[in-house]
Structure formats: C-alpha cells, structure tokens
C-alpha cells in the first residue's frame, strides 16, 4: 500500500505511530497499545496492524543490509591485507 494512495486519516495514523513511543511487535497487546496511543478506532486495527508489520519488515531489512555492508567491508580490508602481503613475499 503505497503512502501516496493513504486517505489523510491514514496518513495521520500512520504517522502517530512512528511518534507512539511504543516499542513495536508483532503481537495484539502492541497493536492495542500503538492503537490507543495513537486514537486509531476498532475498525482501523487492521490497517494499524499492516503498517506495523510494514515497519518492523523494514527495521529488519536495514539491519540486514547493515551487516551485509559491515561484512563487505572487513573482506574488503583482508583482501587488501593479502594483497599487501604478497606484494612484500614477491618483493614489489
């Protein structure tokens, strides 16, 4: 569901939630408290809970791709290490 599509009441949920100061799951006691905190009505508990889900799918994403990029640059580093290793065994 694309930001631009939102109705403004679903923007406005969707950003109270970023602001809730609740930390975000997966389970109905956190849907219950981001939707207090936030003013969300029962029947808007299903698309608090896809932007949620939305959220926590992206945290995930970012970490992975921080530990991809931290694992890329250490082999980065060995390889330059080898490579100087080699250039001082073969004398260049």
Same mark, same amino acid.
Do not use: C, F, P
């Given at each position: 569901m694309s930001y631009n599509?939102? /109705?403004? =009441?679903q923007k406005s949920l969707d950003k109270a939630i970023e602001s809730c100061? &609740?930390? #975000?799951?997966? /389970?109905? /006691?956190c849907l219950?408290? &981001?939707?207090?905190? *936030?003013?969300a009505k029962d029947d808007e508990a299903s698309f608090v809970r896809k =932007? *949620? +889900? #939305? =959220? #926590?799918r992206t945290a995930a994403l970012l970490a992975n791709t921080d530990t991809f990029i931290s694992n890329t640059e250490r082999m980065l580093d060995q390889f330059e290490?080898? +490579?100087e290793e080699w250039r001082k065994k073969l004398g260049f």
């Open positions: 599509n939102l /109705t403004d =009441r100061s &609740v930390k #975000l799951d997966n /389970t109905e /006691t219950r408290k &981001v939707m207090k905190a *936030i003013g =932007r *949620i +889900e #939305l =959220r #926590l290490k080898d +490579e």
